[in-house]
């Protein structure tokens, strides 16, 4: 017996990952992400995917500008990518601008099947149809399809530089308009200093540079649409909470150097049991002794010290975390299951919407997929699974302009659109518990089905 039809809609799959690492190792993490991430592509077969990458070129982008180019060509021509006949790559190349590069990497791709799709320009105020493959680098403020910025210096603390800022891009599917904003925040230069306060004094540097994103993404300049900001965040739990919550019952220790009496490291050692060491605290070291804890229940237990976000409450929504932290794993393929010592595990990376964007979402579903990693470690990927519900109009009357949802449009051409039920007659994904292994730099997926009523 047939089954029912599946609604007609777009599926559009929002992709975060900060792939710093993928270009110091490329033989193996690179290809084990590229083979994770095809896979999650076959499996869900978005009609429209956004990528936004972070870091992209690793910790030397000068050194790495071949694993760049392989990179960006294997995306392009995979033969897993071969449906997606067009395509926007917008690459922030121009290392030697301190004033300008973020690092920054946004792929745009398109199902054959969609027939039409327009991106903003941002100087002539109108939309245009995308057609063919296309990519952008060097000097991207110049270049009219998106917006591009690094924070002011004065955000950068002790006004120093580094690769942090945003770009913007604008597109509009059938009469849905929206903001697609690929972003990467400050960063806790110190676990000591990030210790002394709550909230650290980097919680108010993020708070700041969130701020300014926001404001510029809604000024007068342009229409106002819905929007999804994914990127890493750098959000971490509150530090001074946390410890005081894992070491209740430990006492402290402060070791200060000796020549300038600055303190270097804080131990804290259970009251008896030998006084074993429970957590060791340092600039670059959060040493704790039971890394399960950030794992159990998918760390549900430390979510009320995720603050960061409620300054926002009003200007952001996001949809429940239901998986563990997703930094900082391991590099290393054979510890791919453990946190690194460096940091207090937190959830950095994440996809967050403007409430008129959370409206539209109906149902969602959460889950772990991934192959085991031909290195003999499973690759770890968290999705989320959005249906979100577009302004009820007939397809006919599309080109008569769109919803009040969304601005009208400059169209250069008369609207079609055709989705006959592409992506959507799968079966729902199950709940499951995570999978041991690594997040390999994909730390969230989140598939969005746009569900047009006909």
């Not at 870091?55 to 033969?79: P, Q």
């Not at 804290?268 to 600039?283: A, G, H, I, P, T």
Request: hydrophobic letters at 40%; aromatic letters at 12%; glycine letters at 4%.
């Amino acid at each position: 017996m047939a089954g029912k039809a599946a609604a007609p809609g777009a599926a559009v799959l929002l992709v975060t990952a900060n792939v710093g690492s993928l270009f110091d190792d490329p033989e193996n993490l690179q290809k084990n992400w590229l083979r994770e991430f095809y896979q999650v592509v076959h499996t869900h077969r978005p009609h429209f995917m956004a990528l936004h990458c972070q870091e992209f070129g690793g910790k030397n982008y000068e050194a790495s500008m071949s694993h760049v180019d392989k990179f960006v060509k294997e995306l392009l021509s995979s033969d897993a990518m071969k449906e997606y006949n067009r395509a926007r790559v917008y690459l922030d190349e121009n290392y030697q601008s301190q004033e300008h590069f973020t690092a920054l990497g946004s792929f745009y791709f398109l199902h054959e099947s969609l027939k039409n799709i327009y991106q903003f320009d941002f100087k002539a105020k109108k939309y245009k149809k995308v057609t063919g493959k296309e990519i952008y680098s060097d000097t991207l403020e110049s270049t009219p399809m998106l917006e591009k910025e690094k924070f002011p210096q004065d955000y950068f603390p002790e006004c120093k530089w580094s690769r942090k800022g945003f770009i913007r891009t604008r597109w509009c599917l059938a009469d849905c308009a929206f903001d697609l904003v690929n972003i990467h925040l400050f960063h806790d230069a110190s676990n000591l200093v990030a210790w002394e306060t709550s909230p650290s004094v980097y919680s108010g540097i993020r708070h700041k540079a969130l701020g300014y994103v926001l404001d510029r993404i809604i000024d007068q300049r342009f229409e106002k649409v819905s929007y999804f900001v994914f990127g890493d965040f750098n959000f971490r739990l509150d530090s001074r909470s946390v410890v005081e919550t894992l070491c209740t019952k430990a006492t402290m220790q402060t070791i200060r150097a000796a020549d300038t009496n600055e303190v270097v490291k804080l131990i804290f050692r259970e009251s008896d049991n030998d006084r074993k060491v429970m957590l060791q605290l340092e600039k670059k070291l959060f040493d704790y002794v039971n890394q399960e804890v950030f794992r159990d229940n998918n760390g549900t237990a430390l979510l009320e010290f995720d603050k960061e976000l409620s300054v926002f409450k009003d200007r952001l929504c996001e949809l429940d975390i239901s998986f563990p932290p997703s930094y900082p794993y391991s590099e290393d393929c054979a510890q791919g299951e453990q946190y690194m010592n460096t940091r207090c595990p937190a959830w950095c990376d994440r996809i967050l919407m403007s409430p008129s964007a959370r409206e539209l979402v109906l149902r969602v579903a959460v889950w772990c997929s991934g192959p085991a990693s031909r290195v003999g470690v499973p690759i770890q990927v968290l999705a989320a699974l959005l249906r979100i519900q577009l302004p009820a109009r007939d397809w006919e009357a599309a080109a008569d302009g769109p919803s009040a949802w969304a601005p009208a449009p400059t169209w250069e051409t008369g609207m079609e659109f055709q989705a006959p039920g592409f992506g959507l007659a799968q079966p729902e994904p199950s709940w499951c518990e995570p999978a041991d292994g690594r997040l390999l730099s994909l730390p969230l997926l989140c598939h969005c089905v746009f569900q047009i009523n006909k």
